[in-house]
């Protein structure tokens, strides 16, 4: 009998036939090519803030994209108030630049609108850049007729903007400017259009990431609403002020109250999340509030108000919520993972080890081979950077599983456990996993979420660009 020559003579063709078969989508399909596993993420209904309106358009910023939508518009019907923490790299992106500087300019009092585009970062690209960003929102400033000189408060631009994509290469700017008169005229408040602005703003996601939801504030029994897109699947690590997150809401806010509100539920949330450990020129969350649901002569909220701390709670809530689901499209990840630090003396060095542990490649590697080496959880607690607070005697570690069943340890106060590998096998299955660290008998704790590294994430990031 002939033997059967091998598939592939070399690892090379063997690399080449499997680039070949591997098929990727980098901006998020809007109906049926979700993967099946992430539809449950996507709302089919939901329940929006008064006043505003969103689109969806399709421009082609990308030449390979040929009908997804890639430019996004979220729209106030009346000016409102605004604020926006942004990226900590050094290398700022242009519409980074151009709206930190709009926002500074009026004081976060009477923006209009938030474009995006996905497609191109437009990142590092110089003085033309921000000409390019500027544009953006000039044109869209004429859509709402805000540009002319009837309206000139002599305060600049209404328009918020970011872009998201590729770094080092300049808008097709032509083509955006050409639609975005379109996107102006598609404006709607139904789920479809939230979902196509949700859509447009992706770029590697799997799924568009949207949430709304109706509260309440203790002083009256009015209902206000609060809805929020963001994208992100890789290039996100914790230093927010390639994400983006639109948060709007229809409730009174005073334009002081924003920032801080704003602050405290990031850090509680986008500033707690880890993909890969890399921190993009683009990153960018907002929070728009314009009062439309407000009964006449309602008091705005403000830090003085007896609503401030429920609706601090409210939004921090819903943006953590909102900021999962970027880990859940993780690129190429398969698992959803909670770190929890307790007992650490100082929140500062729980949020450290935390941080450390989310964005170490061996322990995102061993989850992704389902292989319980706490060692390498224990390595990472052991070298974050700045704790003094670690002691190996008072350490402790164990895997939590999501069922409500009871934690398995794998270590105790620095000495090991005899591994149930059988048990460990069976929570590290499961999509859902927490990794629990106590680092002794101190007060103040920090939650983390991240995934794990498969092999598709190389794949992806290998030829992002190309």
């Known amino acids: ?73 979220i729209a106030s019907e009346t000016p409102c108030a605004g604020a926006a923490v942004f990226t900590k790299n050094k290398f700022q992106a242009a519409p980074v630049v151009v709206s930190r500087e709009t926002l500074l300019r009026r004081k976060g009092d009477d923006i209009r609108a938030i474009v995006v585009n996905s497609g191109c970062a437009n990142a590092v690209t110089g003085r033309g850049g921000i000409v390019d960003a500027e544009a953006m929102g000039a044109e869209v400033d004429r859509c709402f007729d805000v540009s002319g000189p009837k309206n000139d408060d002599k305060l600049g631009g209404r328009t918020l903007v970011m872009s998201t994509g590729v770094i080092g290469q300049r808008l097709p700017l032509q083509k955006i400017l050409n639609k975005i008169p379109l996107a102006c005229s598609s404006l709607s408040n139904t789920h479809t259009s939230w979902l196509r602005a949700a859509s447009a703003i992706c770029t590697t996601d799997t799924f568009p990431k949207l949430l709304s939801r109706a509260f309440t504030l203790p002083s009256s029994d009015t209902t206000y609403h609060l809805a929020g897109m963001t994208k992100g699947a890789g290039m996100i690590h914790p230093n927010m002020a390639t994400l983006l997150g639109i948060l709007c809401t229809d409730a009174p806010i005073a334009t002081s109250a924003l920032h801080p509100l704003l602050s405290h539920a990031v850090d509680k949330s986008f500033n707690a999340i880890s993909i890969d450990g890399d921190t993009s020129t683009n990153d960018t969350v907002c929070l728009l509030a314009n009062g439309a649901s407000a009964p006449p002569n309602t008091p705005l909220v403000s830090s003085s108000s007896p609503d401030y701390t429920a609706f601090q709670e409210t939004l921090t809530t819903f943006a953590q919520d909102l900021a999962q689901l970027v880990v859940r499209d993780g690129e190429g990840a398969t698992k959803f993972v909670t770190i929890r630090v307790t007992g650490s003396p100082s929140a500062s060095d729980a949020k450290k080890v935390a941080s450390t ?35 190996p005697e008072h350490t402790s570690v164990s895997f939590v599983p999501v069922d409500g069943s009871a934690e398995l340890k794998l270590l105790v106060n620095g000495e090991p456990e005899k591994v149930d590998e059988v ?44």
């Open 423 to 466: 048990r460990a096998a069976e929570i590290l299955e499961s999509e859902d996993l927490e990794i629990l660290v106590r680092l002794g008998d101190g007060k103040e704790e920090a939650v983390y979420w991240t995934c794990d590294f498969s092999h598709e994430y190389v794949t992806i990031n290998g030829d992002y660009r190309t």
């Open 1 to 73: 009998m002939a033997l059967r020559p091998p598939p592939y003579r070399t690892f090379t063709q063997f690399l080449q036939k499997s680039h070949a078969q591997q098929y990727r989508q980098y901006s998020a399909p809007v109906s049926s090519s979700i993967p099946p596993a992430k539809r449950k993420y996507v709302p089919t209904s939901g329940t929006y803030p008064k006043g505003f309106l969103t689109s969806g358009t399709y421009v082609g910023v990308k030449a390979a994209n040929t009908s997804t939508p890639d430019l996004a518009l």
């Open 357 to 391: 542990i989310a964005r170490s490649p061996l322990v995102k590697c061993a989850l992704y081979g389902k292989d319980a080496n706490w060692g390498r959880i224990l390595c990472a607690t052991g070298y974050a950077e700045g704790v003094t607070s670690v002691v």
